[in-house]
């Protein structure tokens, strides 16, 4: 019912710039709250940001002061402007998105890589 699909991944160096961007479409009326997670290789999937439908936004701390989540009302397009890349933020990054009445994200995108360099 829901469709995600991320763009805008890619290789930057360190201390650069990079938004990624989630077009989302199908019933999206029933969307509670969409995030952004990451995973490096060889490693856990890990909750990054997310956005609520009210619009209230949460992070990671090691992101809190670098990265911004934000959203074309209601759900149409979800961002993720990453400032002051550092190497260890590469990974492959997903969208996600939370219905009223389930237990965890239960949408998902297919993932974009980004690489940070130096």
């Known amino acids: 019912q829901v469709q995600l699909v991320e763009s805008g991944g890619g290789l930057v160096q360190a201390g650069g710039s990079l938004t990624l961007s989630c077009a989302a479409s199908g019933r999206l009326f029933n969307i509670r709250a969409m995030a952004w997670y990451r995973q490096a290789p060889g490693k856990q999937r890990d909750w990054v940001a997310h956005?609520?439908?009210?619009?209230?936004?949460n992070y990671l701390d090691s992101v809190k002061d670098r990265f911004t989540i934000s959203r074309d009302n209601p759900w149409n397009t979800v961002y993720l402007r990453m400032d002051s890349l550092k190497p260890d933020d590469t990974a492959v990054y997903y969208c996600?998105?939370?219905?009223?009445?389930?237990?965890?994200?239960?949408?998902w995108g297919q993932g974009t890589q980004v690489t940070v360099s130096s």
């Open positions: 996600a998105a939370l219905d009223y009445g389930a237990p965890d994200y239960n949408y």
């Open positions: 956005i609520t439908r009210e619009g209230t936004t």
